[in-house]
């Protein structure tokens, strides 16, 4: 069977799964296979294809056809301008988050040396991406997940980074290393009854730590804020990632741990999604 033939294969049965990115899904993972990047598969497709290549395509179709995101079955997902290493251990990158890392960048214009802190580091994605754009900072990250923090190593030592870059397996209670500049963090924050309802790639593939915040949605979000008074230095800059209906709890919680509030900035689609605030 040649490249167009198995494709257009692979493509029947991922629109028959209900896959609407039944197309591009199906050329991203015969990249993947082949090892070519998606325009060599066009002007190679009448190429025949290894039974043993085939094998491994058909697999990973069978596996996306399982709604399995196509993030964890090539391993990869670009973020700001970057690529990370992704596993199941970790959150997939998403679009919207990115609007930390362009609002972080803002607020360090002008600023050098910082010292940055993220709380639960999943891939890397923020902060890396932070220290790729702000050459005289310096980064710590710490995560709960050993899976994870081997992750990040990764992404640090691909982006060049692991000179800049201190991470710790802990968690944010027991964590009492250093004061910081910034401190960002993504925590988990989907109420804990609401995970069920979430998309199938999401709540089925996705590591349930992340994303599980409590009964509220604020449990953690509540851990972050506390420990980061304390560990941030008097004016830093508490950057947090929230759900689209937290925005007024969470105001109150950083009020009573001594923030001053910013901004709270919406998201691609118009929703609360990232709160700005100042230690006084």
Known sequence: ??????????????????IKSYKIDSEILMSRVIKKNRADIIL???????????????????????????????GKKEFW?????????VLIPRPDTEIIVEKTLKLTKNKNKLKVLEIGIGSGCI??????????????????SKKTIEIC???????????????FKTDID??????YDLIISNPPYIKKFNLKYLEKEVSFYEPKPALDGGLDGLSELKKVILNSSK?????????????????????????QNEFYINEIIKDLSKKNRCIISTRK
């Open 153 to 167: 190593k990764i992404n640090c030592k691909n982006l060049s980074l692991s000179s800049r870059v201190k991470l």
């Open 81 to 89: 301008k970057y690529e990370f290493s992704v596993t199941k251990d």
């Open 231 to 255: 560990l941030i230095k008097r004016n830093g800059k508490l950057v947090l990632e929230i759900a689209f209906d937290q925005a007024e709890s969470v105001k109150s919680i950083l009020k």
């Open 1 to 18: 069977m040649n490249i167009f033939e198995a494709i257009k294969k692979a493509e029947a049965i991922l629109k028959e799964s209900g």
């Open 174 to 179: 027991n964590f009492r290393y250093g004061k």
């Open 44 to 74: 190679n497709s009448k190429t025949e294809l290894s039974q043993k290549d085939y094998n491994l395509y058909e697999n990973l179709i069978i596996q996306r056809s399982k709604q399995k995101p196509i993030a964890y079955l090539t």
């Open 127 to 144: 902060l890396l991406s932070i220290l790729k754009e702000r050459k005289s900072f310096y980064g710590t990250g710490i995560d709960i």
